[in-house]
């Protein structure tokens, strides 16, 4: 459908997206600000791949031409010349986003479509540098891209159904599933709930409540989640998902950010990628840190789950996004095993409420359950034990 694709920044999302669009048989320009840069992007595509061809997954052919179909530059008008789509992956500034937009704009003729991966920065800001908000669409992979299946796309305010609808088709040619994220609210639909998890987990052991290895012990062992929600952080970068989770915090407290999370950010622990985060790493490229499965009944999950419950109720009575697409949206971008309205409805929505009332009392408003859990629990809808909460249960 699109003959040449550009990314633009070669980091940690910009070339696993690189890497999956020439997967799928794309030309792709890969564009960073130096040579470096892009000749260590090429390696880290290079030892995915060949993991794949260890692993069966991809031949030795198809490796070699993935690989002949990136081509690299440190010049942007080279990158995005004749690119019917470009995929900004740029570090998280609002401001530097805005100066490639209006660099993009007057580079690119009024077809091409102009994709972002932010992760919350506003798709309506972004658009608006441009002289044509219509094409600008939020288009966000998940770490690492190669081998997680949910792209999001994120409806800016004058983004039009026709953009969405050419991304969508696209999407679909990688392969992925995707969800529409119909507005522009801060953290999208999985950063927002992804945000209000992993803060709650930072609060729950700034507050003494538990250690880090139990609270990942229980994510990991109870929840079934696929990393612990601290080896998550690490794994992604304190220093991403800190900048996602302050964008949310500034624009509308949607999530307020623990002194635990900003302690490992000031002090440059950003996880894996340096070696200490909320662990320590030797520097393996794959390495897991050891989280011990008799840990995990120190905790209650609810406490932890809660304020995303309340952030996942938020984005339904919001409209942002469909019941089924937003569990939808954790079981592809996050890999949970079910989706959070069903666990919400396994717990209990009257439990969900309580455990936020009583954060409430004690830490404050940030805890106020939501009106659509209040309004389930005034209506006996408390899941699968009244047969009814966000589904309907036989
Ligand atoms: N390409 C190819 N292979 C890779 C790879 C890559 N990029 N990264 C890891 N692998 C390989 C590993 O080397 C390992 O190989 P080995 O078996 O030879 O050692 C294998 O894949 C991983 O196998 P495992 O069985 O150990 O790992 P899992 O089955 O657990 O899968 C995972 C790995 C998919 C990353 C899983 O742990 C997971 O789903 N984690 C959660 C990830 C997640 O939530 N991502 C989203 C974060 S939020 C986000 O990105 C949004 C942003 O805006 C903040």
Redesign the pocket.
């Known amino acids: 459908m699109f003959e040449k694709i550009a990314v633009i920044g070669a980091g940690t999302m910009g070339h696993?997206i690189a890497e999956i669009v020439a997967l799928k048989g794309y030309v792709v320009f890969m564009c960073d600000v130096s040579e470096e840069i892009l000749q260590g992007a090429i390696k880290k595509i290079e030892w995915?791949l060949r993991?794949?061809v260890?692993?069966g997954k991809l031949s030795h052919d198809d490796l070699t031409s993935a690989l002949n179909r990136i081509k690299t530059t440190t010049n942007l008008a080279e990158a995005v010349k004749d690119s019917e789509l470009i995929i900004e992956a740029v570090p998280e500034n609002l401001e530097l986003k805005k100066e490639i937009f209006s660099k993009l704009d007057k580079m690119t003729c009024a077809e091409t479509i102009l994709g972002t991966n932010t992760?919350s920065l506003p798709i309506s800001e972004i658009a608006s540098v441009t002289s044509k908000p219509d094409k600008v669409v939020g288009i966000?992979f998940?770490?690492?891209p190669?081998?997680?299946p949910l792209v999001e796309i994120v409806c800016g305010d004058k983004t039009s159904s026709q953009t969405v609808d050419r991304v969508l088709t696209f999407v679909k040619t990688l392969d992925k599933q995707a969800i529409v994220c119909r507005k522009d609210v801060p953290g999208f639909v999985?950063?927002r709930i992804?945000e209000a998890l992993i803060q709650e987990a930072a609060w729950i052991v700034y507050r003494g409540e538990a250690s880090i290895l139990e609270v990942d012990s229980a994510v990991k062992y109870r929840a079934k989640l696929?990393?612990g929600l601290f080896e998550?952080s690490d794994?992604?970068g304190i220093d991403?998902?800190y900048s996602?989770g302050k964008a949310i915090q500034d624009r509308d407290k949607g999530v307020i950010i623990s002194p635990l999370f900003e302690e490992c950010y000031k002090n440059g622990w950003y996880g894996k990628k340096s070696g200490k985060g909320f662990y320590t790493y030797t520097g393996d490229?794959?390495e897991?840190p050891k989280i011990p499965p008799e840990l995990a009944d120190k905790v209650r999950l609810e406490e932890i789950f809660a304020p995303a419950v309340n952030a996942a109720a938020w984005l339904l009575r919001n409209k942002v996004v469909e019941k089924e697409e937003l569990d939808k949206a954790v079981m592809l971008?996050?890999?949970f095993p079910e989706g959070i309205l069903q666990m919400a409805d396994k717990w209990g929505i009257d439990v969900i409420v309580q455990v936020l009332r009583s954060k409430q009392s004690r830490y404050g408003e940030y805890y106020r359950p939501d009106p659509l859990l209040e309004e389930m629990v005034a209506n006996n809808r408390l899941g699968i034990k009244t047969r009814g909460g966000f589904y309907e249960y036989a």
């Open positions: 696993g995915s993991k794949m260890e692993k992760s966000h998940f770490n690492p190669v081998l997680m999985v950063n992804l696929p990393m998550l794994y992604v991403v998902l996602a490229f794959w897991k971008g996050l890999n």
